[in-house]
């Protein structure tokens, strides 16, 4: 026997972005911190370890900023020229930056000044990192050379002289101690191994590289240089596996998700994106103020800092979950969902099954009972109103078709009309709503036709929808207007041009009409 | 083979609910009319055990027979009465009265008569007679003896009950109660007070019910009470109280076995019991699906069963439980999706219950599911407009399934939903895929799939009368969080704003027909463009339809001012036409020929022709007196192998049409009789056991060992008389023992049946039967029972010695006395 069934809501395409687990995860963060440096924010890393600090280098300083603090713990200054590109080691305790004049300098996180200074790069140093066993520094800098320093000796080790112009990224394996990459203008980013002194994986991106980076475990590398982003499989000898074109101005800087699951990139265009690193599609993209130049995502994803060539630099926070837990709700034990249903069958037993119970919704249970005044009371309150106007609406088709309408929307004292009036002047004039509405409109002008005059905040508000439709009528006849004008240009068009294309626009137009004059049967009412 | 004439057949789908059902004595069957037949259904299973047959009209009334309660009496359109044997589906006897018989009254204590409702005169006068049935041995026995007893009553089995073991009769004709006192001969009539306006009273009487032990009457009105009458003895004392819940006209009511209480239905479809004729104790069964038009309560009081309106009973336990639906086809709203046939399960598909869409098999004359379409709770309710299930079609593998619904309340206001639906392997069903608002901003006029086998690539269309025509095509709608497939519109064509009134796809899905008013277009489905246009200027176009396999080259229309014609595609020119007015062109999918039934003063026409030549292959005259409706071709399961040329259209297909007056008929060489034996003889064949699935299952159990047992028997060489293989013996024990012979008389000719067929074997073989047979149960079977093996071997022994005993003489008698028992058998 076919239970009750419940009142088909209407759902409405979204317009706009899809809801998805990831614009759900990406939105979840608070309005964004703002705070300006002294330039243009070029680098900004995390610290690998609690309580992960972040250093950002904006002109000729470095900044240490905490998780939470608006102000810089600690500062950097001591550099003659701009600072690029400060980077933790992995232990967090040291950080290396290239600058401007070719210095690359060490510093010790609660130390102050150099612990050491590797001089030997010509040019301005671009690129600085720590290789993975921690005793070596990477730079790459615009004399177009790679060079390998000591930490212990403050000695170098080796110098790569094989990009043709400058080298302004890269990126030092996190598995093997030998292993980092380079990305140049030459348009090429190439493989470095500290045994051999040639580069051992060439791949030509085809724009200046701006920006490298190597996926935790090593087998994939992902270069960007003018709108692409480029992911390499390195272990199939440096095959491109993809090429994106998402933004519309250079990608200036990638970053991964602290699950290597989805792929950030940073771009002059204002926007970051954030990529599926299984479909390379972009599931969620933010959008700044400013041209972004440098990106970073903290341990767990809980902070996104994003660094701006105006200097302003925007620090995200993830909402802290705690929210929901702080209201400790009460919950049946869980004896009660498995109450009966453990019940070993014994021989002789007849088991009888009690068919589960299907959840309602408190309108559904009133209009299952006939209750309909009150289902439609449930539906108008201010939640529903607010948040889903669409089932408000739907309920009140269901009881028009149910041939009840008229009864439900009579005998309501003046605060009860009031919302319905509220509701209807709300969402009157929505399309999507208006052809049941209307006739909602016209019913409660019909039933209390008789008792106008007696509450001036019901006539006020039957005045305010008086108000809306003629706005509407006036609306659409400038609509009709526009239309016509347009018809007599497209018949002008059509002695010009070919047949076919007249054949198609008439067949498009007509549909905005027809959404829109539902509105004039009741117009017609409300005038008489 | 020898070609007979096709004949136009009803097949199945007749009408469950036209009279109440009536329960079995033990309440495992149900009887119920349908059509000229009554069926009988097993309460548990749902199954359709009998069909009785042998009324030549309507059957319109079925009691069981009070006096020996495995008979039951029927009485039909066609005149008689006819007593049933129900469990093995036999007719015993035929009373033949004379008029048209209405209704059929048997209180519980009259021996031999029956009481008849009949014509008295026209237009609407109609009588309550009695008649007694004579006793007489002989099968076909008239009964024309009618005794007049109560005049002006109406002509609904529903209007007149017996009270209080046959005591009086209560029957009800528009404002009037009349109780009519058997024994006292004295009629009392009773009126409610509140009638003196007779043009506007509601309280119009519609049923009647007695209390089966009480001097108690309940009457059912039109405005939904339910008044019980008591002290009726006298005009001028009676008492009546009143019980108020159905808001429309009370349909039907019955009191239980005990008369504790009362069980009333309606347009409501809501079962209402009311205990103890108390108004505050009632209990309810909601949610019925349709109008309860019958309720009925079995002999031992622990089953219901409702009749609807949908041609539907349900029965119901006694605490309010439905236990089990048996559904005919629902025939009683306007179809306005037409007859389709369903690719999958070659089912007949067309709206049926509001709001759904169902799967009718012709096969076994049975609904096989309902489809939810609309999925609203329905509210049964007098003049409510609601949503309608306007169009239907399926895919050519039968994997999707469109539908349009639409709910106009008034010519301005349109609601229409598409919806596509898909077949799911896993589920074995329908489930919604698509939902579209608003696919067209007027009415869909034509609706059709492309029919190439590619199924990547499925397309649908939808003609409008808003001048488009749609082409919706199937998209990946998937992302990176699920796989989905969805329908979005991929074109929108129009000609010159005309309304768009048919389409339909050709054979190889490269041509799409679409008609705008009179004119024909034709459309590339590659690439959307007009190809080429046709017009008769002969009226607007009402059918339109591709020829099949070697006629895929032309077009045929029809239009209003009944003109066919055909169109040559590769010449684009007009190939004939011909001057008919079709109401219903259908193209067999299986062959080249096409059918169209032609609508006259006179009747239908049928005429089936192939669109390469304008000659009928074959005609036939009057098919039907009314409007053919619909027609579709379903596709046999066994082709059939006509020769010549005007049945060879029967071979691959079969036409089935629908009548304005809902008759579902084909046409068939066969005779009715011969339609029929298969399954009859099949049903003989059968147990008079309800068929559960643990029957079946233990069935196929038992008919595998039966063959194993055969098998190895036949390895042996020798072939032992077992019981079942006698049919005597297999008749005797099937026969219910009230209609056999005392077991004294029966005995001998037992016995003798089982002798003779050993005697047919050579006397010498015997020992060695004896010996094999041992050997084979000593072999075979270890879970045979010991003791099992002993008696046989005892019996056997038996019989050798009676084989011994015979004379010559003896033997030549009992042989006479079998065939004497075949015949007499057989005259059951």
Same mark, same amino acid.
Request: aromatic share 10%.
């Given at each position: 026997?076919?239970?009750?069934?419940?009142?088909?809501?209407?759902?409405?395409?979204?317009?706009?972005?899809?809801?998805?687990?990831?614009?759900?995860?990406?939105?979840?963060?608070?309005?964004?911190?703002?705070?300006?440096?002294?330039?243009?924010?070029?680098?900004?890393?995390?610290?690998?370890?609690?309580?992960?600090?972040?250093?950002?280098?904006?002109?000729?300083?470095?900044?240490?900023?905490?998780?939470?603090?608006?102000?810089?713990?600690?500062?950097?200054?001591?550099?003659?020229?701009?600072?690029?590109?400060?980077?933790?080691?992995?232990?967090?305790?040291?950080?290396?930056?290239?600058?401007?004049?070719?210095?690359?300098?060490?510093?010790?996180?609660?130390?102050?000044?150099?612990?050491?200074?590797?001089?030997?790069?010509?040019?301005?140093?671009?690129?600085?990192?720590?290789?993975?066993?921690?005793?070596?520094? #990477?730079?790459?800098?615009? =004399? %177009? &050379?790679?060079?390998?320093?000591?930490?212990?000796? +403050?000695? !170098?080790?080796? /110098?790569?002289?094989?990009?043709?112009?400058?080298?302004?990224?890269?990126?030092?394996?996190?598995?093997?101690?030998?292993?980092?990459?380079?990305?140049?203008?030459?348009?090429?980013?190439?493989?470095?191994?500290?045994?051999?002194?040639?580069?051992?994986?060439?791949?030509?991106?085809?724009?200046?590289?701006?920006?490298?980076?190597?996926?935790?475990?090593?087998?994939?590398?992902?270069?960007?240089?003018?709108?692409?982003?480029?992911?390499?499989?390195?272990?199939?000898?440096?095959?491109?596996?993809?090429?994106?074109?998402?933004?519309?101005?250079?990608?200036?800087?990638?970053?991964?998700?602290?699950?290597?699951?989805?792929?950030?990139?940073?771009?002059?265009?204002?926007?970051?994106?954030?990529?599926?690193?299984?479909?390379?599609? #972009?599931?969620?993209?933010? =959008? %700044? &103020?400013?041209?972004?130049?440098?990106?970073?995502? +903290?341990? !767990?994803?809980? /902070?996104?800092?994003?660094?701006?060539?105006?200097?302003?630099?925007?620090?995200?926070?993830?909402?802290?979950?705690?929210?929901?837990?702080?209201?400790?709700?009460?919950?049946?034990?869980?004896?009660?969902?498995?109450?009966?249903?453990?019940?070993?069958?014994?021989?002789?037993?007849?088991?009888?099954?009690?068919?589960?119970?299907?959840?309602?919704?408190?309108?559904?249970?009133?209009?299952?009972?006939?209750?309909?005044?009150?289902?439609?009371?449930?539906?108008?309150?201010?939640?529903?109103?607010?948040?889903?106007?669409?089932?408000?609406?739907?309920?009140?088709?269901?009881?028009?078709?149910?041939?009840?309408?008229?009864?439900?929307?009579?005998?309501?004292?003046?605060?009860?009309?009031?919302?319905?009036?509220?509701?209807?002047?709300?969402?009157?004039?929505?399309?999507?709503?208006?052809?049941?509405?209307?006739?909602?409109?016209?019913?409660?002008?019909?039933?209390?036709?008789?008792?106008?005059?007696?509450?001036?905040?019901?006539?006020?508000?039957?005045?305010?929808?008086?108000?809306?439709?003629?706005?509407?009528?006036?609306?659409?006849?400038?609509?009709?207007?526009?239309?016509?004008?347009?018809?007599?240009?497209?018949?002008?068009?059509?002695?010009?041009?070919?047949?076919?294309?007249?054949?198609?626009?008439?067949?498009?137009?007509?549909?905005?009409?027809?959404?829109?004059?539902?509105?004039?049967?009741?117009?017609?009412?409300?005038?008489? | 083979?020898?070609?007979?004439?096709?004949?136009?057949?009803?097949?199945?789908?007749?009408?469950?609910?036209?009279?109440?059902?009536?329960?079995?004595?033990?309440?495992?069957?149900?009887?119920?009319?349908?059509?000229?037949?009554?069926?009988?259904?097993?309460?548990?299973?749902?199954?359709?055990?009998?069909?009785?047959?042998?009324?030549?009209?309507?059957?319109?009334?079925?009691?069981?027979?009070?006096?020996?309660?495995?008979?039951?009496?029927?009485?039909?359109?066609?005149?008689?009465?006819?007593?049933?044997?129900?469990?093995?589906?036999?007719?015993?006897?035929?009373?033949?009265?004379?008029?048209?018989?209405?209704?059929?009254?048997?209180?519980?204590?009259?021996?031999?008569?029956?009481?008849?409702?009949?014509?008295?005169?026209?237009?609407?006068?109609?009588?309550?007679?009695?008649?007694?049935?004579?006793?007489?041995?002989?099968?076909?026995?008239?009964?024309?003896?009618?005794?007049?007893?109560?005049?002006?009553?109406?002509?609904?089995?529903?209007?007149?009950?017996?009270?209080?073991?046959?005591?009086?009769?209560?029957?009800?004709?528009?404002?009037?109660?009349?109780?009519?006192?058997?024994?006292?001969?004295?009629?009392?009539?009773?009126?409610?007070?509140?009638?003196?306006?007779?043009?506007?009273?509601?309280?119009?009487?519609?049923?009647?019910?007695?209390?089966?032990?009480?001097?108690?009457?309940?009457?059912?009105?039109?405005?939904?009470?339910?008044?019980?009458?008591?002290?009726?003895?006298?005009?001028?004392?009676?008492?009546?109280?009143?019980?108020?819940?159905?808001?429309?006209?009370?349909?039907?009511?019955?009191?239980?076995?005990?008369?504790?209480?009362?069980?009333?239905?309606?347009?409501?479809?809501?079962?209402?019991?009311?205990?103890?004729?108390?108004?505050?104790?009632?209990?309810?069964?909601?949610?019925?699906?349709?109008?309860?038009?019958?309720?009925?309560?079995?002999?031992?009081?622990?089953?219901?069963?409702?009749?609807?309106?949908?041609?539907?009973?349900?029965?119901?336990?006694?605490?309010?439980?439905?236990?089990?639906?048996?559904?005919?086809?629902?025939?009683?709203?306007?179809?306005?999706?037409?007859?389709?046939?369903?690719?999958?399960?070659?089912?007949?598909?067309?709206?049926?219950?509001?709001?759904?869409?169902?799967?009718?098999?012709?096969?076994?004359?049975?609904?096989?599911?309902?489809?939810?379409?609309?999925?609203?709770?329905?509210?049964?309710?007098?003049?409510?407009?609601?949503?309608?299930?306007?169009?239907?079609?399926?895919?050519?593998?039968?994997?999707?399934?469109?539908?349009?619904?639409?709910?106009?309340?008034?010519?301005?206001?349109?609601?229409?939903?598409?919806?596509?639906?898909?077949?799911?392997?896993?589920?074995?069903?329908?489930?919604?895929?698509?939902?579209?608002?608003?696919?067209?901003?007027?009415?869909?006029?034509?609706?059709?799939?492309?029919?190439?086998?590619?199924?990547?690539?499925?397309?649908?269309?939808?003609?409008?009368?808003?001048?488009?025509?749609?082409?919706?095509?199937?998209?990946?709608?998937?992302?990176?969080?699920?796989?989905?497939?969805?329908?979005?519109?991929?074109?929108?064509?129009?000609?010159?704003?005309?309304?768009?009134?048919?389409?339909?796809?050709?054979?190889?899905?490269?041509?799409?027909?679409?008609?705008?008013?009179?004119?024909?277009?034709?459309?590339?489905?590659?690439?959307?463009?007009?190809?080429?246009?046709?017009?008769?200027?002969?009226?607007?176009?009402?059918?339109?339809?591709?020829?099949?396999?070697?006629?895929?080259?032309?077009?045929?229309?029809?239009?209003?001012?009944?003109?066919?014609?055909?169109?040559?595609?590769?010449?684009?020119?007009?190939?004939?036409?011909?001057?008919?007015?079709?109401?219903?062109?259908?193209?067999?999918?299986?062959?080249?020929?096409?059918?169209?039934?032609?609508?006259?003063?006179?009747?239908?026409?049928?005429?089936?022709?192939?669109?390469?030549?304008?000659?009928?292959?074959?005609?036939?005259?009057?098919?039907?007196?009314?409007?053919?409706?619909?027609?579709?071709?379903?596709?046999?399961?066994?082709?059939?192998?006509?020769?010549?040329?005007?049945?060879?259209?029967?071979?691959?297909?079969?036409?089935?049409?629908?009548?304005?007056?809902?008759?579902?008929?084909?046409?068939?060489?066969?005779?009715?009789?011969?339609?029929?034996?298969?399954?009859?003889?099949?049903?003989?064949?059968?147990?008079?056991?309800?068929?559960?699935?643990?029957?079946?299952?233990?069935?196929?159990?038992?008919?595998?060992?039966?063959?194993?047992?055969?098998?190895?028997?036949?390895?042996?060489?020798?072939?032992?008389?077992?019981?079942?293989?006698?049919?005597?013996?297999?008749?005797?024990?099937?026969?219910?023992?009230?209609?056999?012979?005392?077991?004294?008389?029966?005995?001998?000719?037992?016995?003798?049946?089982?002798?003779?067929?050993?005697?047919?074997?050579?006397?010498?073989?015997?020992?060695?039967?004896?010996?094999?047979?041992?050997?084979?149960?000593?072999?075979?079977?270890?879970?045979?029972?010991?003791?099992?093996?002993?008696?046989?071997?005892?019996?056997?022994?038996?019989?050798?010695?009676?084989?011994?005993?015979?004379?010559?003489?003896?033997?030549?008698?009992?042989?006479?006395?079998?065939?004497?028992?075949?015949?007499?058998?057989?005259?059951?």
């Amino acid at each position: 026997m076919a239970g009750y069934k419940p009142v088909a809501i209407q759902t409405y395409p979204v317009l706009g972005e899809k809801i998805t687990q990831d614009t759900l995860y990406w939105r979840n963060y608070r309005t964004p911190v703002q705070i300006k440096e002294f330039g243009a924010v070029s680098k900004v890393h995390f610290s690998p370890q609690p309580p992960y600090n972040y250093a950002v280098t904006a002109s000729s300083r470095i900044h240490i900023y905490g998780r939470y603090s608006q102000e810089p713990i600690k500062t950097f200054s001591r550099f003659k020229d701009t600072a690029y590109c400060a980077t933790f080691r992995q232990d967090g305790q040291l950080l290396v930056a290239g600058s401007e004049d070719g210095v690359v300098q060490l510093f010790d996180i609660s130390g102050r000044a150099p612990l050491r200074q590797f001089e030997g790069h010509t040019k301005a140093v671009h690129t600085v990192d720590f290789t993975a066993d921690k005793y070596h520094v #990477v730079s790459g800098a615009d =004399d %177009y &050379t790679v060079k390998l320093w000591d930490i212990p000796n +403050s000695k !170098e080790i080796l /110098t790569f002289k094989e990009h043709s112009d400058y080298v302004r990224c890269g990126c030092a394996s996190k598995l093997n101690p030998d292993l980092f990459v380079t990305g140049s203008y030459d348009h090429t980013v190439k493989m470095f191994d500290a045994r051999t002194n040639k580069n051992v994986l060439c791949v030509e991106h085809g724009q200046p590289v701006e920006s490298v980076l190597l996926f935790p475990s090593g087998g994939l590398l992902v270069s960007s240089g003018g709108r692409y982003i480029k992911v390499w499989d390195m272990l199939k000898g440096g095959q491109l596996l993809v090429s994106l074109k998402n933004h519309h101005k250079t990608v200036t800087c990638l970053c991964l998700s602290s699950s290597g699951q989805r792929l950030l990139s940073g771009s002059l265009d204002r926007k970051v994106k954030v990529y599926s690193t299984t479909s390379y599609k #972009v599931v969620h993209s933010f =959008d %700044y &103020t400013a041209s972004i130049l440098s990106l970073a995502l +903290s341990h !767990e994803d809980e /902070t996104i800092v994003v660094g701006m060539t105006n200097g302003i630099l925007s620090v995200k926070h993830r909402k802290s979950e705690s929210k929901k837990e702080s209201l400790p709700r009460k919950r049946p034990a869980y004896r009660t969902f498995i109450k009966g249903k453990i019940y070993m069958k014994q021989q002789d037993d007849i088991m009888i099954n009690r068919p589960a119970k299907k959840h309602l919704e408190w309108y559904d249970r009133d209009l299952k009972s006939f209750r309909i005044s009150k289902a439609l009371d449930r539906v108008l309150e201010p939640n529903c109103v607010i948040k889903t106007p669409e089932v408000t609406v739907s309920i009140i088709k269901e009881l028009n078709r149910r041939g009840v309408l008229a009864n439900a929307l009579a005998g309501r004292d003046e605060k009860e009309i009031t919302r319905v009036l509220n509701f209807l002047i709300r969402n009157l004039s929505q399309p999507r709503f208006a052809p049941v509405l209307i006739r909602a409109a016209e019913i409660i002008i019909d039933i209390y036709l008789p008792v106008i005059g007696q509450s001036p905040i019901v006539d006020k508000k039957f005045i305010v929808l008086q108000g809306l439709v003629e706005k509407e009528i006036d609306y659409q006849r400038e609509l009709l207007e526009t239309l016509g004008m347009m018809d007599m240009l497209f018949a002008t068009m059509t002695r010009n041009n070919s047949a076919p294309v007249a054949e198609h626009v008439p067949t498009e137009l007509p549909e905005e009409e027809m959404t829109e004059t539902p509105c004039q049967p009741a117009d017609a009412d409300k005038s008489s | 083979m020898v070609e007979e004439r096709v004949r136009v057949v009803r097949c199945g789908g007749s009408r469950l609910n036209f009279r109440r059902a009536v329960f079995s004595a033990d309440s495992k069957y149900i009887f119920c009319v349908s059509g000229d037949f009554i069926k009988v259904y097993s309460s548990t299973t749902e199954e359709c055990v009998h069909v009785l047959h042998g009324h030549k009209n309507l059957v319109s009334g079925i009691l069981l027979n009070p006096n020996n309660h495995l008979q039951l009496y029927s009485c039909s359109f066609d005149g008689t009465i006819k007593l049933w044997d129900y469990l093995d589906g036999i007719l015993i006897k035929t009373f033949t009265v004379g008029p048209k018989l209405h209704a059929l009254y048997i209180p519980p204590n009259a021996e031999d008569s029956v009481f008849l409702t009949i014509l008295k005169e026209d237009p609407d006068v109609f009588q309550l007679v009695s008649v007694k049935l004579p006793k007489s041995s002989s099968q076909n026995v008239e009964a024309r003896e009618r005794t007049f007893v109560l005049d002006y009553v109406n002509r609904s089995p529903k209007c007149i009950d017996f009270g209080n073991e046959g005591e009086y009769i209560a029957a009800v004709r528009d404002f009037y109660l009349s109780v009519y006192f058997l024994k006292k001969k004295k009629t009392c009539n009773f009126t409610l007070p509140s009638t003196k306006n007779k043009k506007n009273a509601k309280n119009r009487f519609t049923c009647v019910a007695c209390h089966p032990n009480e001097d108690c009457i309940a009457s059912g009105h039109m405005d939904g009470k339910i008044r019980l009458w008591r002290n009726f003895h006298d005009e001028k004392q009676y008492t009546y109280t009143c019980l108020h819940w159905h808001h429309d006209l009370v349909m039907d009511l019955a009191f239980t076995v005990s008369g504790s209480s009362l069980l009333s239905g309606g347009r409501e479809c809501v079962l209402v019991e009311w205990r103890d004729g108390a108004e505050k104790n009632k209990e309810f069964l909601p949610r019925l699906g349709s109008t309860i038009e019958h309720i009925s309560v079995s002999p031992a009081g622990d089953l219901f069963c409702t009749s609807h309106s949908d041609n539907k009973i349900t029965v119901i336990q006694r605490n309010l439980d439905a236990r089990a639906v048996i559904q005919g086809l629902v025939k009683d709203r306007s179809i306005s999706t037409g007859l389709m046939v369903d690719p999958k399960t070659k089912a007949l598909v067309l709206n049926g219950k509001p709001g759904h869409l169902q799967f009718y098999s012709l096969q076994s004359d049975k609904q096989l599911y309902n489809l939810d379409i609309i999925q609203q709770e329905y509210i049964n309710d007098d003049g409510l407009i609601q949503i309608e299930l306007k169009k239907a079609a399926f895919s050519h593998s039968g994997t999707w399934l469109a539908t349009v619904e639409q709910r106009q309340e008034n010519p301005s206001e349109l609601e229409m939903q598409m919806k596509l639906w898909v077949f799911s392997k896993k589920t074995q069903g329908f489930s919604l895929n698509t939902k579209i608002a608003m696919p067209h901003d007027d009415h869909i006029t034509a609706l059709c799939f492309n029919n190439a086998e590619n199924y990547e690539r499925p397309m649908l269309v939808t003609a409008s009368r808003d001048g488009h025509f749609k082409v919706w095509v199937l998209a990946d709608d998937s992302d990176i969080y699920k796989k989905a497939i969805g329908w979005t519109c991929d074109f929108v064509g129009s000609y010159h704003k005309y309304q768009a009134t048919n389409c339909c796809f050709s054979e190889d899905s490269s041509l799409l027909a679409v008609s705008f008013e009179e004119i024909v277009t034709v459309w590339d489905s590659e690439t959307w463009e007009l190809k080429c246009t046709f017009c008769q200027r002969a009226g607007k176009i009402r059918h339109l339809c591709f020829g099949r396999l070697t006629c895929s080259k032309y077009l045929l229309g029809t239009t209003e001012n009944a003109i066919l014609c055909c169109w040559n595609l590769l010449s684009c020119s007009l190939q004939w036409s011909a001057k008919l007015n079709v109401s219903v062109l259908e193209a067999d999918p299986y062959s080249d020929h096409v059918a169209a039934v032609s609508q006259s003063a006179a009747g239908s026409d049928l005429f089936v022709f192939k669109p390469s030549e304008p000659r009928p292959l074959y005609v036939q005259r009057t098919i039907s007196r009314e409007e053919v409706q619909w027609g579709v071709f379903v596709p046999r399961d066994v082709p059939e192998s006509f020769t010549s040329e005007a049945h060879q259209w029967l071979n691959r297909s079969q036409f089935y049409f629908l009548t304005q007056s809902q008759c579902l008929l084909t046409f068939s060489t066969k005779s009715p009789e011969e339609k029929l034996t298969p399954t009859s003889k099949q049903l003989l064949a059968e147990e008079s056991l309800p068929t559960t699935p643990f029957s079946l299952l233990l069935g196929k159990h038992r008919r595998q060992q039966d063959t194993r047992s055969s098998e190895t028997s036949e390895n042996e060489l020798v072939q032992l008389p077992l019981t079942e293989n006698i049919p005597a013996i297999n008749e005797l024990l099937h026969t219910p023992a009230h209609v056999l012979p005392s077991a004294s008389f029966l005995c001998s000719l037992f016995v003798s049946s089982l002798l003779l067929s050993k005697e047919t074997e050579s006397a010498e073989e015997l020992p060695d039967v004896d010996m094999e047979e041992n050997k084979e149960s000593d072999d075979s079977d270890e879970e045979n029972d010991l003791t099992e093996k002993a008696q046989e071997t005892h019996n056997t022994d038996l019989r050798d010695d009676v084989i011994h005993q015979l004379s010559k003489r003896e033997e030549k008698e009992l042989r006479k006395f079998r065939k004497v028992d075949y015949s007499w058998l057989a005259a059951l």
